[in-house]
């Protein structure tokens, strides 16, 4: 994996892994959860309080993080597990957690060179929003922002330089 | 075919009613369903069960599915038991890895129950 010869930047490159992170997620979606995303029209959204974090280590280091409200994630849960889950419990958080993990997996399997060479770290689920969080060096990030069941979604790379 | 009796290792336990479900809406069906949440509680479970099948993820705390399978090859009364990994690791290397351990499938997440049938209908219909 190269991400900053030639003349292609990391910002660049960034952009391009976000269309296969893009791929990722609406491929984990209709698979294990049986549902479609879509794209949000509307920016400056808030997607919620909920996100879920996976960490990447290697030759790629960063961060894989999805945000959506508690709703959401309950509607997630419900879809995945085929049983109604209505209060943001455990297993709402759990089953996020697990979308996150699938979709960094996706996306490192289709980025060439770093399926062998990249790896994740356990999934987190943060709920609130007041909080900042900071990552040692500097690091560029970009995202997509999605509907699921009319609720807006962002799947966000990180990624450290 | 007959019923089956499966053990699902995950450290997650929504992956683990996640991979019972996908059982089932693959036609798998289940007469009984035990399940751990390391290869550590695995091999303890299997001290008194006895499972047609086993599906296990690989990156787990206290033992690894790797290091489970590795052992389970050394339990007389569980060595014949069809082991299908089930991960989001898969890089051509790890499913090398797997089957050299003695894995007998290998399935990526995320996946269908379409997916689960092909790997594992073949295992249970044995």
Redesign the interface.
Known sequence: MTHNTGSTTLAETLQQWVVLLEIAAK??FQ??VGGELHACTTEDTDCGDVTAMVGLAGELCGLITIRCSGDCACQI?SA???MTIDTLDG?AL??L??IC??V???FK?KVSGL??SCV?S?PTVIRGSDYEWHAVGEGVSADVLQTYNGCPLRVKLTVHQ | MSKVRALIVDD????R??VE?SLRQAGIDLSEVWEAANGLEALALLQGKTPDLILSDI?MPTMDGLEFVRQLRGVESARGIPVVMI????????VVEALSCGARGYI?????PEQIKQHVLPLVKQ
């Open positions: 491929e984990v698979m294990m849960a995945m597990l085929g297993g759990d089953a957690g697990e993990n699938m960094a997996g996706n399997a399926a062998d994740l356990v | 997650s336990g929504v992956m009613k996640i479900r990156n991960t989001t690791e898969g890089s051509e290397s790890r990526r997440k995320p996946f269908t």
